[in-house]
């Protein structure tokens, strides 16, 4: 375990923001009654990228399935527009910020930090890692990540509270993973969307691809795999949950896909769901089509293994839909990856727990990936107290049908990024303050700021600042407190983080 953060303790007992119940105060739960536990992660798909939601195109019947069946979450938010926070959050139940994760491809788990992977195992859970890990290097000695920079600082699932790993850095190609046909990363002639045909095994036309698939220190798969990249990270994370269902054993799987993040390649049999369309697009909805039939196979595979009642599966995306291109559809909302309006952090999301959630139910209360933290940690009666800031919220209440609103609002910050180029980002920030229905932002670094009522107005598009002046100045002194909240526990980390990690501060003010 590691170690607990002392300083940041101090801090949340001054401005009394943890307002969470901790384990302490639960009811103790006997191990058979604990559950198991499925975070699903989706990469860059859309809100509006899903069936359920209305995409009239895209074939996603196991998510539709899963909607109808469970809790269909209407107002999910990504907590930060782009991936490595996003993930961080779901992790550690923190701002990204806090985390010092503030881009994609920015940042690390510090040993500080304590996940919920570590949490769990005080529980006796088994815990696994499969697919796009994003928030530390895996590998001492070369680099994985095409991200501009050295070697991604070390900071791996095996060291961040999970026992079994096949774990990537970043992103990979979703079919015949290991080998991209096309020119190389940043080249003229890459790829972001396949346009050819791809065979399994193909290693022609292209570059072998820079990460590899990581099973624990210095252990990776050297061979091209080949074939669907979804298929293959369900096969492992079925190899892990089978073993624990023999052993009686709860288990922690967190199942982040690659899909549908570049560079989109869809195999033969997904591409022939839309023959009807051009083979880029067969590339992008076969990439999401692919996904959903892994979910597909997860659903009926814990149904046979007796073990479906008493699991949790949590599914959503990290953020909104990519930038590069426009196959994909943020829904009726404004904006999309990178940027904190509705289309770039409110991501589909679906939960299930037959044991507990008895009825299907459509749920509009705004929640976050920093809630997996609190709230699975409190359903399994983990002691997590003492533990620093956490921004996420216990919203097991609201999902139960107990409650309707969040005991506080979701704040965000982010870097703003380059009008010119989305993948940079500006010495400037984006800020965001939602309670409810009504949303603060400013993405001009704090000169100024809209406010909108999302009640009535997805598309952000009426100012009712002037209007409303008094709920504007309440949110605003909201999300400055908040904000100040951050600031402080970095500079109170500073002090307490070891000499040789000060070159790491984030420094963004």
Request: net charge negative; hydrophobic share 35%; with cysteine.
């Amino acid at each position: 375990m590691k170690i607990v953060r002392i300083a940041s303790v101090v801090f949340i007992s001054v401005f009394g923001f943890n307002s969470c119940k901790t384990a302490t105060e639960s009811e103790p739960k006997q191990p058979e009654e604990l559950p198991n536990i499925i975070l699903v992660m989706a990469d860059d798909l859309g809100w509006g990228d899903v069936a359920y939601n209305g995409n009239k195109t895209v074939k996603t019947p196991h998510l539709d399935q899963m909607a109808a069946a469970g809790l269909k979450l209407n107002r999910f938010y990504a907590a930060a527009p782009v991936c490595s926070p996003t993930r961080a959050s779901a992790l550690t139940g923190r701002h990204p910020y806090r985390v010092r994760i503030p881009w994609a491809g920015d940042g690390f788990i510090h040993p500080n930090e304590v996940t919920i992977a570590e949490m769990l195992k005080t529980k006796g859970y088994a815990t696994g890692h499969f697919g796009k890990w994003h928030v530390g290097g895996l590998s001492k000695s070369f680099k994985q990540s095409y991200f501009p920079g050295p070697i991604t600082t070390y900071s791996p699932p095996w060291e961040n509270g999970f026992d079994v790993s096949f774990s990537t850095e970043s992103m990979m190609p979703t079919y015949n993973p290991y080998y991209h046909v096309g020119g190389n990363y940043g080249e003229e002639d890459y790829k972001m969307i396949q346009t050819e045909v791809v065979s399994q095994g193909q290693e022609t036309g292209g570059h072998k691809w820079r990460d590899v698939y990581w099973t624990g220190p210095g252990q990776f798969l050297d061979s091209n795999p080949g074939g669907d990249d979804a298929e293959l990270v369900m096969d492992k994370a079925l190899e892990f949950i089978k073993e624990k269902v023999e052993t009686q054993e709860n288990f922690l799987s967190l199942i982040w896909f690659h899909n549908v993040h570049t560079p989109v390649v869809a195999g033969n049999k997904y591409r022939e769901l839309y023959k009807d369309l051009t083979t880029e697009e067969q590339h992008w909805y076969g990439g999401i089509s692919a996904m959903d039939d892994q979910i597909g196979r997860l659903r009926a595979e814990l149904k046979i293994m007796g073990i479906s009642e008493n699991t949790i599966i949590w599914f959503c995306s990290d953020n909104g839909p990519s930038y590069v291109h426009d196959l994909n559809s943020a829904g009726p909302y404004r904006g999309k990856k990178s940027e904190l309006l509705e289309g770039g952090i409110i991501v589909p999301s679906i939960v299930e727990w037959p044991a507990k959630f008895k009825s299907p139910a459509s749920i509009n209360t705004p929640m976050v990936t920093s809630d997996f933290f609190p709230t699975l940690l409190e359903i399994s009666g983990v002691d997590w107290k003492g533990q620093a800031h956490i921004d996420g919220e216990d919203v097991l209440s609201i999902l139960m049908g107990d409650k309707t609103q969040r005991e506080r609002p979701i704040g965000f910050r982010s870097p703003l990024p380059s009008r010119l180029n989305q993948e940079k980002t500006l010495n400037a920030e984006q800020w965001a303050y939602l309670d409810h229905n009504y949303k603060l932002i400013s993405l001009d670094n704090g000169k100024s700021y809209q406010l909108y009522d999302l009640s009535t107005d997805v598309q952000e598009s009426k100012d009712l600042s002037e209007q409303l002046p008094d709920i504007k100045q309440k949110l605003l002194e909201g999300l400055l407190t908040w904000s100040r909240s951050i600031d402080t526990e970095l500079e109170m980390q500073n002090n307490t983080y070891e000499e040789k990690d000060k070159t790491l501060r984030f420094s963004r003010k």
